[in-house]
């Protein structure tokens, strides 16, 4: 998976910001463990800090996406944020405005010459029928986004199609219209796992996922390129199975 180059100390400042209403230099830290001068190098140098977090007039540093329940400032950074409960309360055309307004908002190209719209109704009934198969389960309160585009400068970019946040897990699922595996589209979706990482902080895990929405029964793991790490790929149908593996509904 893509390194980000962010080191322990650096994770712990931008935590340290985004988990908090404010928070100065010297209690920064205090937290991380780190003097002065190490500090204000981070804060003033680092992507991440640079471009994801800014300082007041009374100087104290806030992050532009919170690392605490709900994520406020994500859905400034996706063509649509809310709950899943918000989501599965609202119909496919209101759902879809949102989406597009969302997305001239962040600046997503809405070019529809490859079937754009097409794909965003496919993703959302995916998640639709995700969810209906997880009767049952207490999910209302997990937040999901469409479209993430995090594109600051040329230092930071992450984008995803879908993110399903839950307690403590964030599900980055990559949706394609396919029923065949290709190894490019796997790497894409485990592309930029290790800055979700960062964004979301030491309280999350993230599962990246390929998607195959005209596959079926289809679940499996497939190693990246260069590495031994395997990532899930799966068709829409079986999605279920995937949330199931990490969060465990079937041992209940």
């Known amino acids: 998976m893509k390194k980000t180059g962010v080191d322990d100390i650096e994770r712990g400042i931008y935590s340290a910001i985004c988990s908090r209403d404010g928070i100065k230099a010297k209690e920064i830290g205090k937290l991380v463990r780190a003097d002065r001068s190490t500090v204000n190098h981070y804060l003033y140098n680092s992507p991440f800090m640079h471009e994801l977090c800014y300082r007041d007039d009374d100087f104290y540093w806030h992050g532009l996406i919170r690392q605490m ?10 063509g649509y944020y809310g709950s ?17 307004e969302g997305c001239r908002n962040i600046g997503r190209n809405l070019n529809d010459t490859r079937g754009l719209f097409h794909s965003f109704r496919d993703a959302r009934e995916t998640m639709r029928n995700l969810f209906t198969d997880m ?29 399903v946040i839950t307690e403590d897990k964030v599900f980055s699922l990559e949706f394609k219209m396919k029923d065949v595996i290709d190894p ?9 796992v290790a800055y979700l990482e960062v964004i979301f902080g030491p309280e999350y895990d993230v599962i990246p996922a390929l998607v195959l929405t005209k596959a079926a029964d ?20 079986m999605l279920f199975n995937l949330f199931d593996e990490y969060l465990g509904f079937l041992e209940d």
């Open 184 to 192: 490019d589209e796997v790497s894409q979706a485990a592309k930029y």
């Open 218 to 237: 289809l679940y499996t793991y497939k190693e990246l390129y260069h590495s031994t790490a395997e990532i899930p790929v799966c068709s829409g149908d």
């Open 69 to 78: 329940r709900p994520h406020i400032g994500l859905g400034d950074f996706c």
């Open 135 to 163: 009767d049952g389960v207490f999910f209302e309160d997990w937040e999901i986004a469409f479209e993430l585009r995090i594109n600051r400068a040329r230092y930071i970019r992450i984008y995803a199609d879908v993110l």
């Open 84 to 100: 899943v409960k918000e989501f599965l309360g609202i119909d496919e055309e209101e759902w879809l405005n949102r989406l597009t």
